[in-house]
């Protein structure tokens, strides 16, 4: 969050200078002649448009690295073909864990065999399903391994919608692409999508402030120690 403010202290700082520079370029001009002020701005503005492009465009293309998932799927064609809506495939397990991502066991019944002429489904069926191997997902949502999180407790406790967090990606027709920081590792889906931090939606991001936010505002509602915001080890185990 810092970072955007000291951009724009930086860019009215700058902004004083160059009135600064054309009030004396101008002076000099009026009274002597000396047209060089003009080139000082145009180059300062020709450095300043690069920069600004380097900082929005180039940076954030270089720091994230795409990855297409291993199979394109289809969130709202499965939803009309199953019977227990996101259930039927983000089970619960029976030791009240979450399974989150689905495995195969979540497929089988149907795709057994190829039944579409779909060759997403002939690739799942035939590098997958015969061969015995689970695909391997990529998570959009995943924290770092110190972040403790529990589905339950949010889910079927405090009763949230998936959409919250996640977005719409439960009535979506395709995956989008996984974004990997190359510095952290993190999904691009932790940090947000927004370079200069700009939050809209509920599940633009998911950093520590994110989760500290909405427990805040719960926290006296339910009046849970358990979302103390001081309490560091609710988060982290
Ligand atoms: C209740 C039955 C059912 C279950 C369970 C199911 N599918 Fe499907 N799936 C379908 C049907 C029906 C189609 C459409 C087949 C066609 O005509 O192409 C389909 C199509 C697909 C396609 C092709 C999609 C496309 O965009 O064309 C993929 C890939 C796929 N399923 C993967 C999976 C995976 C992975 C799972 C488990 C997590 C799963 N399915 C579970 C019924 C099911
Ligand atoms: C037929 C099985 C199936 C059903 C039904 C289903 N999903 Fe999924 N879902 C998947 C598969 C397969 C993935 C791919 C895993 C991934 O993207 O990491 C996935 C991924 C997701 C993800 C991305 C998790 C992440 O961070 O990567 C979310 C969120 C999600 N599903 C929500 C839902 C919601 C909400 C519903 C109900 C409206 C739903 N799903 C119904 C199979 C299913
Ligand atoms: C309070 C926010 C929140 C809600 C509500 C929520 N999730 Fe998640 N979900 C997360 C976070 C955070 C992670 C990443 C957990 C991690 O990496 O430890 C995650 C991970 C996942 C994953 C990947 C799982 C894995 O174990 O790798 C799936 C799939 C998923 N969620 C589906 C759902 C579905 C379906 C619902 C609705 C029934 C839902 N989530 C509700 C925050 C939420
Ligand atoms: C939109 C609101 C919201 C967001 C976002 C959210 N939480 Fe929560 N969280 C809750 C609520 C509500 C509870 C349940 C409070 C209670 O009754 O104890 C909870 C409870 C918890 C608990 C206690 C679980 C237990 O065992 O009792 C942990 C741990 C937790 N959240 C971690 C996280 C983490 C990590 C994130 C971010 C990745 C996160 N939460 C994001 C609302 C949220
Ligand atoms: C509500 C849940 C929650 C609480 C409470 C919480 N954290 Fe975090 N913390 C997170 C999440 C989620 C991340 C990963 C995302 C990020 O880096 O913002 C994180 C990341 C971190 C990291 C960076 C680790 C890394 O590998 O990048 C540090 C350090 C940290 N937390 C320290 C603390 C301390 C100290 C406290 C107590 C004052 C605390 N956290 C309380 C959720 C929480």
Known sequence: MSKPDDKTTEISADTDSIEAEVSSAGGIENGQGDGSGGFVILFFIIGFVASLIIGWVVFPKLLYSQKAQPIGFNHALHLEAVSDGCESCH??????????????????????????????????????????????????????????????????????ECVTCHGPIGESTSLKVYEENRLTGYSRDIWGKNIAGIKRETWDRMKMDDCAECHEKEAGKRSSVQTDKEACFVCHK
């Not at 190829?114 to 959009?140: I, T």
């Open 91 to 160: 089970i619960f397990r029976d030791d009240g864990t979450y399974a989150g991502v689905p495995t195969n066991a979540q497929c089988v019944d149907c795709h057994q065999e190829v039944q579409g002429d779909s060759p997403e489904e002939k690739k799942f069926v035939e590098e997958y399903v015969a061969k015995d191997r689970e695909v391997p997902w990529l998570v959009y949502s995943k924290q770092p391994d110190c972040v403790f999180f529990s589905h339950t407790a949010h889910v079927k406790k405090a009763g949230m």
